[in-house]
């Protein structure tokens, strides 16, 4: 028996703006009476839930805990929405994309 079914097309990568919340765990780099942190992130993948998947993935690696992921989608639909995207995010975007990583544009500590 062979399979007849045309092999599916390719979906393209995009880039997804993730805000990752993690909390602490040894060796995650954070400031030492931080409580967590809020993580600006660029993702590639084919849909948003693969770039989370493999955000949370890279973090683990990392020592890191991510605790809750917010899309804000492609920069076609931040831009839909009215978020002003700058030169320097929309550099670090297009090599998110260019190198199909991860990039963890902006980190802020959280303390109580």
């Given at each position: ?14 880039v ?55 899309g ?41």
């Open positions: 028996m062979t399979d007849t079914a045309a092999p599916r097309p390719k979906r393209p990568q995009q997804y703006t993730l805000l990752v919340e993690v909390g602490r765990k040894a060796g995650d780099g954070l400031p030492a009476k931080a409580t967590g942190a809020a993580l600006i992130v660029y993702a590639s993948g084919v849909d948003e839930d693969e770039a989370v998947r493999e955000t949370v993935a890279i973090l683990k690696q990392a020592d890191m805990a991510p605790l809750d992921v917010t804000y989608g492609t920069v076609g639909e931040r831009e839909a929405q009215g978020h002003e995207i700058g030169p320097d995010e929309q550099e670090l975007m297009d090599r998110a994309l260019a190198e199909n990583v991860v990039i963890v544009a902006e980190v802020t500590p959280f303390f109580d």
